[in-house]
């Protein structure tokens, strides 16, 4: 079957702190990924996508790189800001159907 | 601009009652969702609508029903048959895919709904 697993939280880490943040999935077929962020009280934002291997998603310093080999697709950014905390989703779509697939959501607080 | 609205913000529900959801888009999308989201944890999809006039159930359908008489409008009914509704209600859309494989586009989601029980 299809699914999306995460690395478990909370995570906290200090401004200007690298972050990694770990998804590896499950898929038939040729998935495309995602990943999401959730402010308090609000819905998801796309944060950046990948639709193929090797693509790089990048956006607002996040960078992610969908590796089929190792079935993951980690998040990851330099450099950490207070204004980062956050929950992020990893999640994928597969090429059939109209599902999307979440996982479990990992919550990031920075501290100044 | 485009996007989703979600309403109410935050809702009530008495024991025994339905209460109705609305999500509304004017993104032009064909496929739309609804998701439950209970602290701290994920996702879950309860229905999700592929084009008007057709639904499907999602993995937590009991106690909730839908309908899809336009493009634009997904109401969510949660039921009296619904034991625990209290959660925070997401729903989203999503375009078809262009030009290539059907799942290149993400989903896009609203603001959500908050349902408590008084």
């Known amino acids: 079957g299809n699914s999306v697993t995460q690395m478990e939280g909370p995570v906290t880490l200090s401004e200007e702190a690298f972050l990694t943040i770990n998804c590896t999935y499950t898929a038939t077929g040729y998935p495309s990924l995602f990943w999401y962020v959730q402010y308090p009280g609000e819905g998801l934002q796309l944060l950046l996508k990948a639709t193929k291997a090797d693509d790089k998603g990048s956006n607002k310093g996040f960078e992610a790189t969908y590796r089929k080999e190792t079935t993951s697709f980690h998040l990851e950014k330099g450099s950490v800001q207070v204004s980062d905390s956050a929950v992020y989703f990893c999640?994928?779509?597969?090429?059939?159907?109209?599902?999307?697939?979440f996982g479990t959501g990992t919550s990031l607080t920075v501290i100044p | 601009d485009g996007g989703i609205t979600q309403s109410p913000k935050y809702l009530f529900r008495k024991e025994g009652q339905n209460v109705t959801l609305s999500c509304e888009q004017n993104?032009?999308?064909?496929?739309m969702y609804w998701y439950r989201q209970d602290p701290g944890q994920g996702l879950r999809l309860i229905y999700y609508?592929?084009?008007?006039?057709?639904?499907q159930k999602g993995d937590i359908a009991e106690g909730y029903s839908v309908s899809r008489e336009k493009k634009e409008s997904f109401p969510l009914t949660v039921t009296s048959a619904q034991k625990n509704p209290t959660a925070f209600y997401l729903c989203?859309?999503?375009?078809?895919?262009?030009?290539?494989?059907?799942?290149?586009?993400?989903?896009?989601f609203g603001d959500g709904t908050r349902l408590s029980i008084l």
């Open positions: 989203a859309s999503r375009a078809p895919g262009t030009g290539g494989p059907l799942n290149n586009q993400p989903q896009h």
């Open positions: 999640a994928l779509a597969t090429n059939t159907g109209n599902q999307f697939y």
């Open positions: 609508s592929q084009i008007v006039n057709d639904f």
């Open positions: 993104l032009n999308h064909d496929a």
